[in-house]
């Protein structure tokens, strides 16, 4: 008689146990989707500099030059502190990492609407740097936890789209608050949305192995699918940089960084100054470049499953291909210079932008598919800064010379230095030819460096 109780209990307990546990349908995407939300809160306090400057330059009277120093103040910031949230990250884990990075930017970006000259705009956005450099190192590594191979390019085109959508939302959003409530409320609203973004990271996050909401389908998924194709074993950052395949990721994001750092920075001054057009226009159109870069984000992401598939591409030489199809398309953007409507150089910096987020999205890719897990924050931190080395190199440069030679031989440059970057890609990766013509996810794919 007293069984049936008992045996009640325990199924009520069961369910209770079940409804506690329940697993989220292609949670990974779900994953992704936050990171990708992440990215885009980043950017857009990132950017909301960009879109003030006009403004910013008579308001603290800044010259081009000391304006590009304050960009580059964010650039050293976040050129050195690349590799060191790579290895935060890989040390104490993304859950904890990426929410304090997030909270650290955020403070720093309110703190920004209290500066009174150059000089203090120049050091805020230095400790922005600082913090915001964790982003790119972060997702790299969830893509390599959560993501079987076949399916890494796609979610770096999903997170990958996070920047240039932070970037698309700026020029209406902060213009709109700038002209209603000044320019110090853009700076405050987009600061503050990292708080909101990194308690929502902290409260959801958890790496595959932990979290209480994927199925065991979906985990056998991801991790049968994560053939390496690199001996095992972590190393330590002296053999991650020592290795061949490291340098063909840096330098390709060295020489690529520069358009997207121009195109984040000094689109709506060169908007202003050489094409004549207002805030009002700005706001209208100087988003149209970061929706192309979406797109070409995407694209890139697809592209190259569509050519292991359809073409039987090797995994790696299906990321190349995308690069050096956005390298020729950067032809487009070099151009500018030479067109005379200011809606043609609009027009030419989307397919920039299209091109540009094509080759990041690939070669940041390229990180999670020859370094494994616990090295790819480390790989992505020292690639990524070489990439902004690179990308500050070239805003000093356009500081120094844009009032004194003009814009154009300054994007002409921009379509030579993706042409480089893709030969030497394709020279530094040549180990990998004929290595293996399976797909991601096949047995026994594996490649020497």
């Given at each position: 008689?007293?069984?049936?109780?008992?045996?009640?209990?325990?199924?009520?307990?069961?369910?209770?146990?079940?409804?506690?546990?329940?697993?989220?349908?292609?949670?990974?995407?779900?994953?992704?989707?936050?990171?990708?939300?992440?990215?885009?809160?980043?950017?857009?306090?990132?950017?909301?500099?960009?879109?003030?400057?006009?403004?910013?330059?008579?308001?603290?009277?800044?010259?081009?030059?000391?304006?590009?120093?304050?960009?580059?103040?964010?650039?050293?910031?976040?050129?050195?502190?690349?590799?060191?949230?790579?290895?935060?990250?890989?040390?104490?884990?993304?859950?904890?990492?990426?929410?304090?990075?997030?909270?650290?930017?955020?403070?720093?970006?309110?703190?920004?609407?209290?500066?009174?000259?150059?000089?203090?705009?120049?050091?805020?956005?230095?400790?922005?740097?600082?913090?915001?450099?964790?982003?790119?190192?972060?997702?790299?590594?969830?893509?390599?936890?959560?993501?079987?191979?076949?399916?890494?390019?796609?979610?770096?085109?999903?997170?990958?789209?996070?920047?240039?959508?932070?970037?698309?939302?700026?020029?209406?959003?902060?213009?709109?608050?700038?002209?209603?409530?000044?320019?110090?409320?853009?700076?405050a609203v987009t600061g503050a949305l990292g708080f909101v973004w990194a308690a929502m990271w902290y409260l959801f996050y958890r790496s595959p192995a932990d979290h209480a909401r994927i199925s065991d389908k979906e985990r056998n998924t991801i991790i049968g699918g994560q053939t390496s194709i690199v001996g095992p074993g972590k190393h330590g950052i002296k053999e991650v940089l020592g290795t061949r395949r490291f340098w063909a990721i840096a330098q390709a994001r060295f020489f690529a960084e520069p358009a997207w750092q121009t195109f984040s920075f000094w689109i709506p001054l060169y908007l202003v100054t050489e094409r004549h057009m207002d805030l009002k226009e700005i706001a209208l159109f100087a988003w149209l470049p970061f929706l192309a870069a979406d797109m070409g984000g995407l694209f890139g992401g697809y592209l190259s499953p569509f050519l292991m598939k359809h073409l039987r591409v090797p995994l790696i030489w299906s990321r190349i291909a995308g690069v050096a199809l956005g390298a020729f398309m950067m032809i487009g953007p070099a151009c500018i210079g030479w067109v005379a409507s200011p809606y043609q150089a609009i027009a030419l910096f989307c397919v920039g932008g299209f091109a540009h987020q094509m080759i990041s999205a690939l070669v940041n890719t390229l990180s999670a598919d020859v370094f494994k897990p616990g090295e790819v924050g480390t790989a992505s931190g020292f690639a990524g800064m070489a990439a902004w080395i690179g990308g500050l190199g070239f805003s000093l440069l356009v500081g120094a010379l844009a009032d004194t030679i003009g814009y154009k031989p300054l994007f002409a440059a921009l379509g030579a230095f993706d042409l480089i970057g893709v030969t030497l890609l394709v020279i530094l990766m040549r180990g990998y030819t004929r290595e293996s013509r399976q797909l991601p996810g096949d047995h026994g794919t594996s490649t020497a460096v």
């Open positions: 008689m007293t069984a049936t109780p008992d045996r009640r209990q325990g199924v009520s307990h069961t369910k209770r146990k079940e409804t506690e546990v329940r697993t989220i349908a292609g949670l990974r995407w779900w994953i992704i989707a936050l990171v990708c939300l992440g990215t885009i809160v980043n950017y857009l306090s990132r950017n909301a500099l960009g879109v003030l400057a006009p403004q910013l330059k008579t308001l603290l009277h800044m010259s081009t030059q000391q304006y590009s120093y304050v960009v580059a103040a964010f650039q050293v910031g976040y050129t050195i502190m690349q590799p060191v949230c790579g290895l935060v990250i890989d040390l104490i884990g993304l859950r904890i990492g990426f929410a304090l990075f997030a909270c650290l930017w955020s403070l720093v970006g309110c703190l920004h609407g209290f500066a009174g000259s150059w000089v203090s705009l120049a050091a805020f956005r230095g400790l922005m740097g600082l913090s915001e450099a964790v982003a790119i190192p972060a997702g790299m590594k969830v893509v390599a936890e959560w993501f079987p191979n076949k399916e890494k390019s796609v979610a770096v085109g999903y997170f990958n789209a996070g920047t240039s959508l932070g970037s698309l939302f700026a020029p209406p959003l902060v213009i709109f608050l700038s002209l209603r409530y000044g320019w110090q409320s853009a700076f």
